[in-house]
Each structure stands twice: as C-alpha cells, then as structure tokens.
T-cell receptor
Framework: SAVISQKPSRDICQRGTSLTIQCQVD?????MFWYRQQPGQSLTLIAT?????????ESGFVIDKFPISRPNLTFSTLTVSNMSPEDSSIYLC???????????FGPGTRLTVL | DAKTTQPPSMDCAEGRAANLPCNHS???????VYWYRQIHSQGPQYIIH???NNETNEMASLIITEDRKSSTLILPHATLRDTAVYYC????????????FGDGTTLTVKP
C-alpha cells in the first residue's frame, strides 16, 4: 500500500492569488496524478506528473493555470494560479500501488476561493 | 477508458446485503473492473477489482457477467459506516492506466 499526505488540508484564499498544494508519498512512484473534485461532483483528472519530465495535462487544464512540479519520486506540488471562486474544490493526489492493481489517494486539500 | 453507468443513489437497511450495479457495455478485453468508494470528506478508497472471474475479499464481492458488460458489487452485511459514494471504473491493469471516475452511486445505509 501507499500512504499519501497532502498539505494544506484546507485553505481559504482570496481571488487572484495562488496556492501551492504539496503531496508526499511514503514510497517511490513513477507517476503521480492530480485530481479535482468540485462540490457535489465526481473526480476529474487534471494531469499526470512524471519525475524528470513535464506533466501531461488533460483536456480543459493548462500548465499556466495548474503548474506542477515533480522534483523526485516521492513528492509533487500542484499550484492553482490566479484563483477564482470557480476553483473552489477538493484537490487530490493519487498514485498506483506497487502491485499496480489499485490507486491510492491522498486525503485531499479543500480549497475555498472568496 | 470505457464508460460506466451507475444508478445515482440507493438505500440499504443496516445488516442487509447491498447490491450495487454497474453497466460497462463498451469494456475492452484488457480492461479490468475496479470499485472504489469515497466516504464524505475523504479520498477514494479501493475496494476490489476483477477481470472476468468473480472476486471476493474482506470488504466485498464482485460479480462480473459472462459477457463482461455489467457487474455488481456486493457488500454482504452493510453497516452505517458503508454510507458513501461508490465508483465503478474500467481501466487497463497497468501503471500507465489512470482511472476515469463517473458519477458513482450514493449508497445510504439506514438503521
């Protein structure tokens, strides 16, 4: 199994500012995934972060808005830039376990933009 | 990834079996059926997965039809703590496959 921690667990931010969310995994993983969950909705994949290369973004998400860093095999950050109230969501990071059968998720970062 | 269809909500009496259906009629031969659940304010949690045979673990059983176009997750003795959103996902069983989440089924277990 993989244990994932995220910081911060929640934050309230002002419109126009940026927030960087950290994700730490207790084991080395090739890929890390960032998801967004808007209020009352399912999870939507934002991007896949590989160590040593640029992140791959899903349709509707761009690097300027959601820059991602992946400095090593256990850590990643997602920045939500120039925030608006529409960015209010839970942001979750995820990895596959070593057996590659299941995905593990962090506890999420609950972001509220005023 | 193939799309899945689940009922938006279901109720179940505490102690009874909860049977959650999922349709995945466009599933490919290399795609597995995965089930996750998300309890309020937590990240999704893996429950079980299978390819074509029925599977059982300490949490649940997974019944996959012979044509693999649908499946049922069974919680044999539902408790109040099983109240959650349950997601059925089909995905290749590789590290390169990322899970695409549908809308899921909100299961409410009632006393």
């Amino acid at each position: 199994s993989a244990v994932i921690s995220q910081k911060p667990s929640r934050d309230i931010c002002q419109r126009g500012t940026s927030l960087t969310i950290q994700c730490q995994v207790d084991s080395q993983v090739t890929m890390m995934f960032w998801y967004r969950q808007q209020p009352g909705q399912s999870l939507t994949l934002i991007a896949t972060a590989n160590q040593g290369s640029e992140a791959t973004y899903e349709s509707g998400f761009v690097i300027d808005k959601f820059p991602i860093s992946r400095p090593n095999l256990t850590f990643s950050t997602l920045t939500v830039s120039n925030m608006s109230p529409e960015d209010s969501s839970i942001y979750l990071c995820s990895v596959f376990g070593s057996a590659r059968n299941e995905q593990f998720f962090g506890p999420g970062t609950r972001l509220t933009v005023l | 990834d193939a799309k899945t269809t689940q009922p938006p909500s279901m109720d179940c009496a505490e102690g009874r079996a909860a049977n959650l259906p999922c349709n995945h009629s466009t599933i490919s031969g290399n795609e597995y059926v995965y089930w996750y659940r998300q309890i309020h304010s937590q990240g999704p949690q893996y429950i079980i997965h299978g390819l074509k045979n029925n599977e059982t673990n300490e949490m649940a059983s997974l019944i996959i039809t012979e044509d693999r176009k649908s499946s049922t997750l069974i919680l044999p003795h539902a408790t109040l703590r099983d109240t959650a959103v349950y997601y059925c996902i089909v995905s290749p069983n590789t590290n390169a496959g990322k899970s695409t989440f549908g809308d899921g089924t909100t299961l409410t277990v009632k006393p």
